[in-house]
């Protein structure tokens, strides 16, 4: 079992991977993943081997530009706290399903209801800022962020490889369309930047699914600690976003 230091995540080598290839996948350098996996090298490269990538945030997320005398009223407070809470709700009852899934519990039909009841929430807020058509879009987008995630972990489950690859490939397609479409309806939010953390939220994901099929159960309990961590930023990088577009609103 490979376990990474906390400011890194866990990655599976797939075909055709380098470590160029990687590394410019996660916005990180081939020097940076050489530091934190020793004697790593393009020509020792082996599918399914577990290496470590640094976190987006660890090297492109600044807390500390937010001005520390900037007070906040009222009604940002509460943006960004549901925010906050509409995530947490994101990676929780993902998690609930995956164990659910993986164990295969009585409950799994109404966790997973629950979790998709998520796409509904956020888009109720999103609604009330930019129209119901933009609203209506993202709820599909994040919907089948999900449903695809529901795949991958039903045929990683059963050993479908072929099943999972697929599954995969249009889970990151997905994740491409949402950095997209989040950058189209709000300038302070780069589509490169939300490619790069919805990435790092599915290589977390995957290694959360994966530490639990597998039965490491320590393990999984590290891996969501980093997810929390990790949405918990992408929630304040959102409502950062949202205040800056709609300063009169707040």
């Excluded at 009852?93 to 295969?104: A, K, Y």
């Excluded at 949402?178 to 302070?188: M, R, V």
Aim: a negative charge.
């Amino acid at each position: 079992m490979h376990q990474c230091p906390m400011d890194m995540f866990q990655y599976t080598i797939e075909p055709g991977d380098t470590l160029e290839k990687i590394a410019g996948r996660f916005n990180t350098s081939i020097n940076l993943i050489s530091n934190g996996n020793a004697g790593i090298n393009s020509d020792n490269l082996s599918i399914g081997q577990v290496i470590c990538i640094p976190s987006w945030f660890t090297h492109h997320y600044n807390i500390q530009s937010v001005p520390n005398d900037r007070q906040y009223t009222r009604q940002e407070v509460d943006l960004m706290n549901e925010l906050r809470r509409l995530w947490e709700d994101h990676i929780t009852w993902t998690r609930m399903t995956i164990i659910s899934m993986v164990e295969n519990l009585a409950d799994v039909d109404l966790v997973t209801k629950r979790l998709l009841q998520n796409p509904t929430d956020f888009a109720t807020l999103l609604r009330a800022l930019y129209g119901d058509e933009i609203a209506s879009k993202f709820e599909e987008l994040f919907t089948n962020h999900l449903t695809i995630a529901a795949e991958l972990v039903k045929a990683a489950i059963s050993d479908d490889k072929m099943a999972a690859s697929d599954a995969e490939r249009r889970w990151y397609a997905n994740a491409d369309e949402i950095a997209t479409f989040l950058a189209s309806i709000n300038p302070y939010w780069s589509e490169k930047m939300w490619r790069e953390m919805m990435y790092e939220h599915l290589a977390l994901t995957k290694a959360e699914a994966v530490d639990r099929i597998n039965k490491y159960y320590a393990a999984d309990i590290l891996v969501f600690d980093k997810i929390q961590t990790q949405a918990l930023k992408m929630a304040d990088i959102m409502s950062e976003g949202i205040l800056r577009q709609f300063p009169n609103r707040f």
